[in-house]
């Protein structure tokens, strides 16, 4: 399995971007603050609007690159909810939040799993994988890790009020 993860160039090393430190400081849709979870997509386009979507402030999108990591699965070491069932109700909506953490945590505790499969809130038909740093055969299941180099938002993304032709540029 091929998963890919855009952050910072600062967090761009194997040990900071697999170490899943950054979702326990802040907390996400499928964990809450304290327990470690490595956050990647299914195509690069899905883990670049990923990434969009949270971007507060223009001016603060740092330096980053694109991370492909390859997996090797056993049939029973990731969880798949990828078609939504077994999720949380209403998993999709911010009022879920909590339910949504709770169940990531409780998935994320069992040191015999990998980590998970989910569709994107985003996309539905596409999906997301939330790996586990302390599962036991955690760095064992990394085939390969590394950056496709620096990823650079396409700048019409960032004009405000950019009317919208219905021919693309």
Request: aromatic residues 10%; hydrophobic residues 45%; proline residues 5%.
């Amino acid at each position: 399995m091929v998963v890919y993860r855009l952050c910072s160039a600062a967090f761009a090393t194997r040990q900071l971007a697999l170490d899943g430190e950054g979702a326990a400081l802040h907390g996400q849709r499928w964990n809450a603050r304290g327990q470690r979870a490595a956050y990647f997509a299914s195509s690069r386009a899905l883990c670049a609007l990923e990434y969009l979507v949270h971007i507060e402030d223009v001016a603060g999108v740092p330096d980053l690159r694109m991370l492909r990591l390859e997996l090797a699965i056993r049939p029973d070491s990731l969880h798949d909810f990828s078609s939504g069932k077994g999720l949380p109700h209403a998993w999709k909506t911010a009022a879920a939040l909590g339910r949504c953490q709770k169940f990531g945590d409780g998935v994320l505790t069992q040191t015999d799993s990998l980590g998970f499969k989910i569709p994107s809130a985003l996309i539905p038909a596409e999906w997301n994988v939330v790996l586990n740093p302390n599962f036991a055969a955690f760095r064992t299941s990394i085939l390969s890790f590394r950056s496709e180099g620096r990823f650079v938002y396409d700048p019409r993304f960032f004009e405000p009020g950019r009317q919208r032709s219905a021919i693309a540029d």
